[in-house]
């Protein structure tokens, strides 16, 4: 058995940097499956193609040569790794992973990335179906609230305008939809460790979980 370990919880977080550290801690590879559903939102605007059109977008989504590569995401060799980021992409992405039959598409390339020596997986179902399995999962949350402020304050670095209210209130919509859906709604797997982060630092998130790590996992740790 690979070992897998899964870092479910809605956006803003710190999810991704979580995912980050650990592997590259671990010497694991990684796998941030939002980037997926983002990519395939972003072909259907580009074709058109109506985000509630489920057949269309499964065959999308069967074809899509998603790469990571030097920590980015390309697409039939294109550099989408910004282009995806945007909050436009990301409600767009829920409403894409909404339909059952594109998220039965992604499964089978999502979890090839179970390979030697780990995995590190990021998303809102990785240890409730992807990797129902893996010995080690995560739930990380915080207040809507807090983590529309920390996407202003990254908005704000990278020099771009932004509406904290509004931020508020896709984050919102967008939990919403991934918390009701009926199919792999965003929950906590029932063996998972719930970690708060409103009031934490992510050195402070990264120690939690590295404990987690020594006591389920201790021989990831020693290599
Ligand atoms: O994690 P990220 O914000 O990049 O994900 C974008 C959207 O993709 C989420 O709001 C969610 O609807 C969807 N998603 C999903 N299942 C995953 C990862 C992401 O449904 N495993």
Do not use: C
């Not at 995560?138 to 207040?143: E, M, N, V, Y």
């Amino acid at each position: 058995m690979i070992p897998v370990i899964t870092i479910d919880g809605p956006s803003g977080t710190g999810k991704g940097t979580l995912m980050q550290l650990l592997a590259q801690r671990l010497g694991w590879h990684a796998l941030d499956s939002g980037a997926l559903y983002r990519a395939l939102a972003w072909v259907a605007l580009q074709q058109g193609v109506g985000l509630d059109d489920a057949l269309v977008l499964t065959g999308l989504a069967k074809n899509l040569a998603v790469e990571f590569r030097q920590g980015g995401v390309w697409l039939n060799g294109e550099d989408l790794s910004e282009a995806i980021r945007t909050e436009e992409i990301g409600l767009a992405a829920s409403r894409v992973a909404a339909h059952p039959q594109v998220r039965a598409a992604l499964l089978d390339w999502q979890r090839a990335w179970a390979r030697p020596p780990g995995l590190v997986a990021d998303g809102r179902d990785m240890g409730t179906v992807v990797f129902p399995e893996a010995p080690l999962k995560i739930f990380l949350d915080a207040a809507p609230e807090v983590r529309a402020e920390r996407r202003y304050k990254q908005l704000n670095e990278k020099g771009l305008s932004a509406s904290l209210h509004q931020l508020i209130v896709d984050i919102r919509a967008r939990d919403a939809r991934d918390r009701s859906r009926l199919t792999a709604p965003l929950r906590p797997a029932q063996d998972a460790i719930v970690i708060d982060s409103s009031r934490m630092s992510i050195p402070e998130v990264f120690e939690r979980v590295l404990a987690e790590v020594r006591r389920v996992l201790p021989d990831a740790l020693s290599q």
